[in-house]
């Protein structure tokens, strides 16, 4: 019985292992990947810093163009303009006289706030 | 005995009968009482709705009034700020009274949100309208007080060109021209002129004592500031329109100008269109 037990046992039949894979095709693809990312961080920094120093030239380019001094036309302010009585140019008179037409305008929406609060009507509360 | 038992038996139906219709008519008492009891609580929970939609209404326009208030009384104080012909004292005066308004209304509106029942509310909104003289006091009397400050200004401004204009004038008389027209125009601007200084002092003379305690009766002053400054304005115009007349008049004529840098001789350039109607 024991004998016949022995001879029936089975051989446990060799573990096949899995022939080994090569890393080569990784690592190949591990090597360009990094290439293309330092690529694309060279690229990255140098669009970045020459690409803002260019501007700058341009920006200085401009500025350093010389320009034309457009004089801001003077207005007298309302209220705040004082006639200097010794300038009698036609300049100041012009001045002077601009000055009193915008405080005239000045003066009518005065007029009409001054007619306004007259006229005030306040919300029906009842 | 028959008739005994028939007794008791007609007895215990007329009873019971009884008692069935007393129940029916408790019944429908209960259920009719339950009814009008549902319709009064109905009718309450409207008119409590409908009070309720009064006093939002109301809370909602003293809120509208008090902002409007609120918004012209700071606009105000600004401008009192630019007055430049009224003391730095009687400013400060102004814009404390002012500010008092201000702090009054905001208190009043924290008030009237916080208003749990109608008759305080009512009460409250009653103060809005009981001290809208106040208000009105006010913005008639600083826009009085801006209109006059401003044409103070003009008349300023008109003086330096008067000078400046008879200066000019009295060179053209130099040098022999005609100024019977100028002498008129100038005349007349001088007039204009002398005459508004006067009505601005005048005007702020008695605008400076009124007090808002005062009004409405001192509003005959009030109306009478605004037609003298009204005047001021007119006879400002006139000076202007003089002054662009002279302007043109002497654009004819050569005249020497001893404080014009460049040459002595100069010319008035044509005046541009008055703008001002």
């Known amino acids: 019985m024991d004998n016949n037990l022995g001879a029936t046992q089975m051989i446990p039949p060799l573990s096949q292992t899995p022939p080994q894979k090569s890393n080569l095709g990784?690592?190949?693809?591990?090597?360009?990947?990094?290439?293309l990312i330092v690529i694309v961080l060279i690229g990255t920094g140098?669009?970045?810093?020459?690409?803002?120093?260019?501007?700058?030239?341009?920006?200085?380019?401009?500025?350093?163009?010389?320009?034309?001094?457009?004089?801001?036309?003077?207005?007298?302010?309302?209220?705040?303009?004082q006639v200097n009585v010794k300038d009698t140019s036609d300049n100041a008179i012009n001045k002077d006289t601009q000055a009193v037409d915008q405080n005239l305008n000045s003066l009518d929406t005065d007029l009409n706030n001054v007619d306004q609060s007259f006229n005030d009507q306040q919300t029906n509360l009842q | 005995m028959k008739k005994t038992i028939?007794?008791?038996?007609?007895?215990?139906?007329?009873?019971?009968?009884?008692?069935?219709?007393?129940?029916?008519?408790?019944?429908?008492?209960?259920?009719?009482?339950?009814?009008?009891?549902?319709?009064?609580?109905?009718?309450?929970?409207?008119?409590?709705q409908v009070q309720a939609n009064i006093s939002e209404d109301l809370r909602q326009?003293?809120?509208?009034?008090?902002?409007?208030r609120v918004t012209f009384l700071n606009e105000l104080i600004t401008k009192l700020n630019t007055i430049k012909k009224i003391s730095s004292a009687e400013k400060t005066d102004l814009q404390a009274q002012i500010q008092a308004q201000i702090d009054g209304l905001n208190a009043l509106r924290t008030k009237i949100n916080a208003d749990t029942d109608n008759?305080?509310?009512?009460?409250?909104?009653?103060?809005?309208?009981?001290?809208?003289?106040?208000?009105?006091?006010?913005?008639?009397?600083?826009?009085?007080?801006?209109?006059?400050d401003r044409s103070s200004t003009v008349?300023?401004?008109?003086?330096?060109?008067?000078?400046?204009?008879?200066?000019?004038?009295?060179?053209?008389?130099?040098?022999?021209?005609?100024?019977?027209?100028?002498?008129?125009?100038?005349?007349?601007?001088?007039?204009?002129?002398?005459?508004?200084?006067?009505?601005?002092?005048?005007?702020?003379?008695?605008?400076?004592?009124?007090?808002?305690?005062?009004?409405?009766g001192n509003k005959t002053t009030l109306t009478d500031a605004r037609s003298k400054i009204k005047n001021v304005n007119d006879e400002l115009k006139t000076a202007y329109k003089d002054a662009m007349q002279i302007r043109t008049d002497l654009g004819g004529e050569k005249i020497k100008n001893p404080e014009a840098s460049g040459s002595g001789d100069q010319k008035f350039e044509k005046p541009r269109p008055l703008s001002t109607p």
Do not use: C, W
């Open chain 1, 26 to 35: 990784r690592n190949l693809i591990v090597a360009v990947s990094a290439i």
């Open chain 1, 46 to 81: 140098y669009i970045l810093f020459f690409g803002n120093a260019k501007k700058t030239t341009y920006t200085a380019q401009v500025y350093n163009q010389p320009t034309t001094a457009v004089m801001p036309t003077v207005i007298p302010t309302p209220s705040t303009y």
């Open chain 2, 6 to 48: 028939l007794m008791v038996i007609l007895g215990l139906a007329l009873s019971t009968s009884s008692a069935y219709a007393v129940g029916s008519l408790i019944q429908t008492r209960d259920a009719a009482v339950t009814q009008r009891e549902n319709h009064i609580a109905s009718r309450e929970a409207k008119i409590s």
């Open chain 2, 61 to 68: 326009r003293a809120e509208k009034e008090i902002t409007r």
């Open chain 2, 119 to 148: 008759v305080t509310l009512k009460t409250d909104v009653k103060s809005i309208i009981d001290n809208y003289y106040i208000f009105l006091f006010f913005r008639v009397k600083v826009s009085l007080l801006i209109a006059g």
């Open chain 2, 155 to 216: 008349v300023s401004s008109l003086n330096g060109i008067y000078t400046k204009l008879q200066t000019r004038v009295n060179q053209v008389q130099t040098s022999g021209g005609d100024l019977i027209v100028l002498n008129s125009l100038l005349s007349d601007m001088n007039a204009k002129i002398t005459d508004a200084t006067t009505q601005i002092t005048v005007t702020q003379t008695e605008l400076t004592p009124l007090t808002a305690q005062g009004y409405p």
